[in-house]
């Protein structure tokens, strides 16, 4: 990835702590910066599971869902374009519009690696740990004749082990950010699998 490091560990003003974009400042922002339509589908298989997991695991409340829901929605909205500034282009956008600092804090630290910045929250830690899982399950899905249908754990850990599958997904990637999670790779998994094809049967 032609990444950079971020270079900075603090994002957003605390003052805009709650303040968030609407659903339609969001789909606007999405839609203006995103042209690729594999990449808009994946930032909103993300956003799902993002959405998905504060609600069933966490039960936040749906403000707090919203904000999981729209770090997932926009954390690759500057790859597209402007990969070489990935993702620094969208968090000075976010900061521009005073979006919480918790939402942005997610996106800058959604690759370690690249970006230098640490995931500290559980928010954080979640967007890392489903993003390249989910586009992981949506490649072995266009693989199988069923589509989604009856896709099982012990099958997806099985086809992460064929390095020459997928192979621009980053298995190492995968591990690190289930390890910080401290949720299971069965159990991640597990959730991805519902949860994304449920999305796929309403999209
Ligand atoms: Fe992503």
């Known amino acids: 990835m032609a990444t950079h490091s971020l270079g900075r560990s603090e994002f957003g003003n605390p003052a805009n702590a709650g303040n968030t974009l609407s659903t339609t400042e969001a789909n606007e922002l999405l839609n203006d910066w995103v042209k690729n339509d594999r990449l808009r589908l994946h930032m909103h298989q993300v956003a799902h599971l993002m959405k998905s ?10 403000k707090e869902q919203w904000k999981w829901e729209l770090a997932g929605l926009l954390h690759d909205a500057d790859w597209d374009q402007w990969p070489d500034d990935h993702c620094r282009l969208i968090i000075e956008e976010l900061e521009k519009r005073n979006v919480d600092p ?20 559980k928010m954080d830690k979640m967007l890392y740990a489903f993003d390249e899982l989910s586009g992981f399950l949506h490649a072995y899905s266009l693989m199988r004749p069923n589509g989604y249908e009856g896709i099982e754990v012990k099958g997806v850990l099985k086809r992460m082990k064929d390095k020459s599958f997928a192979a ?36």
């Open 102 to 121: 918790e939402v942005i804090h997610a996106i800058a630290s959604h690759g370690p690696g690249y970006f230098g910045v640490e995931p500290v929250s």
């Open 168 to 203: 621009n997904v980053s298995r190492e990637d995968i591990r690190d950010a289930a390890a910080r999670s401290g949720i299971s790779m069965e159990e991640l998994i597990g959730f991805a699998i519902i949860h994304q094809t449920k999305f796929a049967a309403q999209n």
């Open 53 to 62: 997991w504060a609600k069933e695991k966490e039960s936040l409340d749906e």
